[in-house]
């Protein structure tokens, strides 16, 4: 057997990502302008945050435990980290307006960021 490591868990997660986006929009080449909503920045090192930076995209990614948070931000896995809710949703909405390609790390429950 053999180890893949991280890299190939983010090229898995770009290309399912991209895939998804052309579900909804066929012309769809990346993910600019549009915010990808995840959770979870344990085991797979916050892959989904930078797969979605990669595929061009603004990825709001919502971690309850503030240490695996941290990590993945110093690791750079995510770009910036947010506590409050409106300042994230306030960034996001910006991020998108300017089509940029960013990961925005939420500190709590991915209920709370949905609702």
């Given at each position: 057997?053999m ?17 998804a ?8 080449k990346?993910l ?7 959770s ?5 090192s916050?892959?989904?945050?930078k ?21 993945r931000?110093s690791?750079g ?6 506590t ?7 960034r ?14 939420y ?5 709370d960021?949905?609702?």
């Amino acid at each position: 057997y053999m180890y893949i490591g991280p890299q190939g868990i983010v090229h898995g997660t770009t290309i399912t990502i991209l895939n998804a986006a052309r579900k909804i929009d066929p012309k769809a080449k990346d993910l600019s302008g549009k915010i990808f909503v995840t959770s979870g920045l344990g085991g797979m090192s916050g892959a989904q945050a930078k797969a979605a930076v990669i595929a061009k995209g603004v990825c709001v990614i919502a971690e309850i435990n503030s240490k695996a948070l941290h990590k993945r931000h110093s690791q750079g896995w995510v770009d910036e980290i947010f506590t409050d809710i409106d300042s994230i949703l306030d960034r996001a909405i910006l991020a998108r307006k300017n089509k940029e390609a960013v990961s925005l790390a939420y500190n709590g429950n991915i209920v709370d960021l949905l609702e």
